[in-house]
T-cell receptor, first 110, second 114 residues
Framework: SQQGEEDPQALSIQEGENATMNCSYK?????LQWYRQNSGRGLVHLIL?????REKHSGRLRVTLDTSKKSSSLLITASRAADTASYFCATPQGAQKLVFGQGTRLTINP | EAEVAQSPRYKITEKSQAVAFWCDPISGHATLYWYRQILGQGPELLVQ????????DSQLPKDRFSAERLKGVDSTLKIQPAELGDSAMYLCASSPRTANYGYTFGSGTRLTVV
């Protein structure tokens, strides 16, 4: 069963612009994770935010978490062509496994 | 940087044939996961190992799929017989212990059943 739902399903922006993707989830969590997947490749872990954190930064990435709304957002600033990929949020189900959303397909146009 | 190794990278097989995928996780990672990803969708868990024991195989179609991790290190996922609907990306991932850590994924095996 899908825990996280990403929005939008697809996003196309110009290079240099900021990209924002959202994730909503259904049950209480102790952390939320974001992953990137380049076409035809495996997923790469980007960032983990814990339930007691509201915001976290990593390079050009900024993640926010609102546990009252059961939602998270991923902001990529100053986008580059290399950021073209699918982005997934994932939440633990119990302590054992991650459940992934359907993803947001991001296209950066030169 | 340590990687999760998967092979083969691509596999084309005829329906009703047997197919196997191999995964070698990062050394020391106790937990190993096999996910299936249909094109355009998110990964879905097939089976999870803690060391050599299966923790969760509730979504594994056990009539045709099997998985093992005999010595708690590398793992094999098998499909027999393959069906057209099995065409997907099969991803292996590992983590130190639980889902409270980030996963490291392999590059995946793209399976096409014809």
């Amino acid at each position: 069963s899908q825990q996280g739902e990403e929005d939008p399903q697809a996003l196309s922006i110009q290079e240099g612009e900021n990209a924002t993707m959202n994730c909503s989830y259904k049950t209480s969590i102790n952390n939320l994770q974001w992953y990137r997947q380049n076409s035809g490749r495996g997923l790469v872990h980007l960032i983990l935010i814990r339930s007691n954190e509201r915001e976290k930064h990593s390079g050009r990435l900024r993640v926010t978490l609102d546990t009252s709304k059961k939602s998270s957002s991923l902001l990529i600033t100053a986008s580059r062509a290399a950021d073209t990929a699918s982005y997934f949020c994932a939440t633990p189900q119990g302590a054992q496994k991650l459940v992934f959303g359907q993803g947001t397909r991001l296209t950066i146009n030169p | 940087e340590a990687e999760v190794a998967q092979s083969p990278r691509y596999k084309i097989t005829e329906k009703s044939q047997a197919v196997a995928f191999w995964c070698d996780p990062i050394s020391g990672h106790a937990t190993l996961y096999w996910y299936r990803q249909i094109l355009g969708q998110g990964p879905e868990l097939l089976v999870q190992f803690q060391d050599e024991s299966v923790v969760d195989d509730s979504q594994l179609p056990k009539d045709r799929f099997s998985a093992e991790r005999l010595k708690g290190v590398d793992s094999t996922l098998k499909i027999q017989p393959a069906e057209l609907g099995d065409s997907a990306m099969y991803l292996c991932a590992s983590s130190p212990r639980t889902a409270n850590y980030g996963y490291t994924f392999g590059s995946g095996t793209r399976l096409t059943v014809v």
